[in-house]
């Protein structure tokens, strides 16, 4: 069982940073960010794949956002010239590596995060 912890986020003007951390209690192959809007269905933001470093983005954030890792159990989702429609709670979520699973799929990951909110205004 592998728990995550969140923080960062809060409320910026549009244009503005935030970075986001989630701390891993063990190993995990793959860490991915989650956020999801009042009504929405949840949405892949992106991934890191801790063994390689590899990155993947949401096409609604590449350039924007950015995913690193401190070590193999602390990323990072730093998040620039965020927009109103970034507002959502945004989730850290971690899953081991199984084939055929994919990074943008939230059903692939085995642990969530509590989530924490970013509000973007105009």
């Known amino acids: 069982q592998v728990q995550l912890v969140e923080s960062g986020g809060g409320s910026v003007q549009a244009g503005g940073s935030l970075r986001l951390s989630c701390s891993a209690s063990g190993f995990v192959d793959r860490i991915g960010w989650f956020r999801q809007a009042p009504g929405k269905e949840r949405e892949a933001v992106g991934a890191i794949y801790t063994r390689s470093g590899s990155t993947y983005y949401a096409d609604s954030v590449r350039g924007r956002f950015t995913i690193s890792q401190n070590n193999a159990k602390n990323m990072v989702l730093q998040m620039s010239s965020l927009k109103p429609e970034d507002t959502a709670t945004y989730y850290c979520?971690?899953?081991?590596?199984?084939?055929?699973?994919?990074?943008?799929?939230?059903?692939?990951?085995?642990?969530w995060g509590q989530g924490t909110q970013v509000t973007v205004s105009s």
């Open positions: 979520a971690a899953g081991q590596f199984v084939s055929g699973r994919r990074w943008f799929r939230p059903d692939d990951y085995d642990y």
